[in-house]
């Protein structure tokens, strides 16, 4: 099973992502972490982007497509792939139409996060990671449950992402806004787009995912 995850800055991607991977054994794509790991180990890549990133722009699209083909002819990405960040502009989603037809795949869910972009700013600004795991939590939603230990692998350090600030998160939104979600009508007209309602709590998002990728949604 394939699944695009698609949602403005803060809607829940990478959590939901998190979700189906430890719920349905997929792997977890996401080109924010990809390009995050290449400016934090000072790769050409790394150092021809950090700039943008930190500003909140969007990468070109050749840099992009590029380094997540790298990752597409890996044999562990066969099992099953959740695409978290990409496509976000339509020559993204054409090319990944171009790397899935290589490889003989398809995608079976495109999922819209959907959210009033008012309830982004305590998402984003109340955002952190844990530096070990990327594990992420938010002062307002979501704490570990020991104050200062992650959940997940126990480390002790964590650290705040250079673009959840306000304005860059107006940036980030605004190109969403732009060039990401005119791609909704290329995957509706594919008949593969369902939305979901990102203002509910976490646990609310996954069951409706797994209602839609179980076929069990009501009409
Ligand atoms: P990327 O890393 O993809 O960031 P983003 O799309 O801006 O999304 P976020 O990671 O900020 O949010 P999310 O939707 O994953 O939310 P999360 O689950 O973390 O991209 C970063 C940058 O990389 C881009 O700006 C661009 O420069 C570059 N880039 C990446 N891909 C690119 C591409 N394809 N092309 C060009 N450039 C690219 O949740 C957010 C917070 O809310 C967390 O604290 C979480 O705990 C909390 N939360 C989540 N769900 C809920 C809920 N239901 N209720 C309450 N709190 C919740």
Not at 24 to 46: F, Q
């Amino acid at each position: 099973m394939n699944i695009i995850l698609l949602g403005p800055p803060g809607s829940g991607k990478g959590t939901q992502a998190q979700f189906l991977r430890e719920h349905y054994g997929l792997m977890h794509l996401s080109t924010g972490d990809m390009l995050r790991h290449e400016v934090e180990c000072e790769t050409p890549l790394g150092q021809q982007v950090k700039n943008l990133m930190d500003s909140g722009q969007l990468v070109p699209d050749g840099l992009v497509i590029e380094m997540l083909s790298q990752y597409f002819d890996l044999p562990e990405y066969s099992v099953g792939i959740i695409l978290d960040g990409f496509p976000r502009t339509t020559p993204q989603a054409i090319a990944l139409d171009e790397m899935l037809e290589r490889k003989g795949l398809d995608i079976d869910h495109v999922l819209e996060i959907q959210i009033d972009e008012n309830l982004l700013v305590k998402r984003i600004s109340g955002r952190f990671i844990c530096v070990d795991c990327g594990a992420a939590y938010n002062e307002y939603f979501k704490i570990p449950v020991e104050s200062g230990i992650c959940d997940i692998c126990g480390g002790r350090d964590f650290k705040r992402r250079v673009d959840d600030d306000t304005d860059k998160l107006r940036m980030r939104l605004r190109l969403y806004r732009e060039q990401t979600h005119p791609i909704v009508p290329y995957y509706l007209g594919k008949g593969v787009l369902k939305t979901v309602d990102g203002a509910q709590d976490v646990e609310k998002v996954s069951k409706d995912i797994s209602l839609i990728i179980e076929g069990r949604e009501k009409p």
